[in-house]
């Protein structure tokens, strides 16, 4: 394959913060001997739960951090030395961005339209406000912008750039459903074969619409890649319910409430997840919701959420995880799918596989 | 062959003046953004003309009690203070901008999405410290130019076209040394974050040895002790001192040969051109650090 049809390459990357500095520098590892290859025109998602490294990645490869160890080559540039070409044909796009906020829309698109030159294109941000109902927004300052509306600017923003390679961290937090639906159809009409994306994205759904292929990390490491299409069927669960009971539930009695679902239960003070592999099961949970009604206050379906990856994935591929991270020699060990259930079934409490297991604040069941 | 290389040097020169290029009209359009922001806290800038106000009226007086600057000036305190203080209205107002620009980029979580975008670290300190010049001059033109007038400070008529240039580039100069000086400084905050004390004691340090509070050639007879001249000797050498220096001899009517003031002009030029690369060298590596430590956008 020559060097051309590839976006990016990895190889054994690695990337460190320091833990502490003073009285002696000190370092924990967030990305380790991190290798992969994207080909142009590819649209790559990185899944893995919060913490794994998701957005160090992206940063490194738009340029805000350097590399500590292995070889990174965007658009055939090394980022080591040509930081400056990679910047002017990429862009980043993060809720963690922000504007100032006494400038106008329009003096904001301006500015940024003027020193992405000679790259970008006003007409592509304009287009993405029309689309998005937010062109009568144009002459309001930003600090009256919901934070929605923040997030559509910022899209529109890194997409005035037009970039060779979009990296987009979390982009649809902060849309409603209606946007999302748009955001969607505008980047799938708008970036052309040749550009290529590489996102995180917590919705299985966008995932699934926008991308071809998958790599999933986990403390730092890359553990699986795959097509987009194929997440589903690494997912032993699909839907997701949350349930907020009016009183504090104990373990027993959500057992006798839902004498089905108790295998899948999660238990965090008043609220209860219940997870469905189906649509049979998402029904039956929903049924017995409705006979239960009196001790609940709202329920909330959804999708499996991506950034709680651990909670959804088949024993198979949790175990799959763990023989590749035991091969890079970590020092913990993500817990066994069988051990994550006992805990939850003892515990009631959330799994957070990058520290091993967190105890939200909160007193037990 | 020799053909050949020349082409290559060329094209080499070529490219480094598209560089240049491209970095000023990015320096030029931040400041312009800058400019935006700036006039938009209208609030703030009351407050800056405020302080400007009130050194004026302190310095006034202090100057009046202090009665002559003495050493070889042949200037009255308030002259020489007033004079220091219209030197330094710029300077350091630009310095404390420049100090805060990277830690309030970084606190409204802007600077991201500037370093991503062509704009680097050094623009952004540069450009900082452009607009807050620019500001000052637009705030102070109704209030600092008037007052100089009015209390006689300054008469215009009386210098010769030679000293009237060399004011103008020792002022320039002088502006190079704070703008490399306020870089250096500012760029420690990608690495190492609060350093507000630090940068303003070396702030008050330019200021106390250019004569900002009292006129130090008071202090040079023989009744000093030897270590304190010492240091007030060496104090006369730091471009900022040599550059108000040069300010308040010429603006303010006191003594000077055109030959001393060259001499000065030099010091200053030596000791700027030695900050500009010193501060290139600086930055350069913090940014480098920052960018393996991913200090950047923290703040
Ligand atoms: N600039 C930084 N300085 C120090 N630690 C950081 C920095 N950025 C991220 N981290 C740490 O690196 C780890 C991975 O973070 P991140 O890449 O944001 O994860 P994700 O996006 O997958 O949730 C976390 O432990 C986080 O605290
Ligand atoms: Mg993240």
Redesign the interface.
């Known amino acids: 394959m020559s060097k051309e049809e590839n976006a990016i390459i990895a190889r054994k990357l690695s990337k460190r913060?320091?833990r502490k500095v003073f009285p002696r520098l000190e370092y924990f590892d967030v990305l380790r001997d991190v290798s992969f290859s994207i080909k142009k025109g590819e649209r790559v998602a990185l899944i893995g739960s919060n913490g794994s490294g998701k957005t160090?990645l992206l940063?490194t490869m738009?340029?805000?951090?350097?590399p500590?160890s292995g070889d990174l080559l965007i658009n055939g540039y090394d980022v080591y030395k040509h930081a400056?070409k990679i910047?002017?044909h990429?862009?980043?796009i993060?809720p963690?961005?922000?504007?100032?906020?006494?400038?106008t829309l329009r003096?904001t698109l301006r500015?940024?339209h003027?020193?992405?030159a000679p790259y970008g294109e006003l007409d592509i941000a304009l287009d993405f406000l029309k689309r998005m109902h937010m062109e009568y927004l144009l002459d309001k300052r930003l600090e009256s912008f919901s934070e929605g509306q923040k997030a559509i600017t910022r899209i529109a923003?890194g997409m005035m750039?037009n970039p060779d390679i979009f990296f987009l961290d979390e982009i649809t937090t902060g849309l409603d459903v209606n946007r999302k639906e748009d955001l969607v159809d505008f980047l799938k009409e708008n970036i052309s074969s040749e550009q290529t994306i590489v996102m995180v994205d917590h919705d299985p759904l966008i995932v699934e619409r926008i991308c071809d292929s998958y790599i999933l990390l986990s403390r730092g490491v890359v553990v699986k890649q795959g097509r987009a299409k194929d997440i589903g069927k690494e997912l032993a669960y699909k839907y997701e319910v949350m349930v907020i009971m009016k009183d504090r539930p104990e373990f027993d009695e959500i057992v006798m409430l839902f004498p089905d679902q108790a295998d899948d239960v999660l238990i965090d003070g008043h609220v209860v997840y219940f997870r469905a592999e189906d649509e049979d099961e998402l029904y039956s949970i929903i049924e017995r919701l409705r006979l239960n009604r009196e001790t609940i206050t709202k329920y909330v379906v959804s999708l499996v959420d991506l950034s709680n990856i651990y909670h959804a994935l088949k024993p198979e591929t949790i175990n799959e995880i763990r023989t590749v991270e035991d091969e890079k020699g970590l020092p913990e060990r993500t817990p066994t799918f069988d051990e994550l259930q006992e805990i939850i079934r003892l515990f009631g409490i959330m799994i957070d596989t990058k520290s091993g297991v967190k105890i939200p604040p909160r007193k037990l069941p | 062959m020799i053909s050949e290389t020349k082409t290559i040097q060329e094209s080499a020169l070529h490219f480094r003046l598209r560089w240049l290029k491209k970095q000023i009209r990015l320096i030029v359009l931040m400041t312009w953004r800058n400019l935006q922001v700036d006039f938009a806290y209208k609030f703030q800038l009351l407050v800056d003309l405020s302080w400007i106000a009130i050194d004026i009226a302190i310095f006034t007086i202090w100057g009046g009690l202090i009665g002559e600057a003495g050493g070889d000036t042949g200037l009255d305190a308030t002259t020489y203070l007033l004079v220091t203080v219209t030197f330094w209205v710029w300077l350091g107002k630009a310095y404390d901008d420049t100090i805060l620009a990277l830690q309030d980029e970084a606190s409204r979580g802007t600077i991201g999405y500037l370093v991503t975008n062509n704009i680097s670290v050094n623009t952004i300190l540069v450009a900082r410290f452009v607009a807050s010049t620019i500001k000052t001059t637009i705030v102070t033109f109704f209030i600092l130019i008037p007052s100089l007038a009015l209390f006689g400070v300054v008469d215009l008529g009386s210098i010769s076209l030679q000293a009237g240039i060399i004011v103008l580039l020792s002022f320039f100069i002088s502006w190079l040394f704070m703008l490399a000086f306020s870089t250096l400084v500012a760029s420690l905050t990608i690495v190492f974050k609060r350093i507000g004390a630090l940068a303003g004691m070396l702030h008050a340090g330019l200021k106390i040895a250019s004569g900002y509070y009292f006129p130090l050639s008071r202090f040079l007879g023989d009744d000093v002790h030897p270590l304190v001249r010492g240091l007030i000797k060496i104090s006369f050498l730091l471009p900022t001192t040599q550059g108000a220096e040069i300010t308040r001899r010429v603006l303010g009517g006191g003594n000077y040969s055109v030959a001393t003031l060259l001499t000065r002009l030099m010091g200053l030029l030596i000791g700027t051109v030695l900050m500009i690369v010193l501060a290139f060298l600086v930055v350069y590596r913090l940014t480098n650090l920052s960018r393996y430590w991913g200090t950047l956008e923290q703040y």
């Open positions: 913060f320091p160090t940063k738009a340029t805000i951090y350097l500590d400056e910047a002017s990429t862009t980043l993060s963690a961005l922000d504007f100032q906020k006494k400038l003096q500015f940024f003027s020193i992405q923003i750039k």
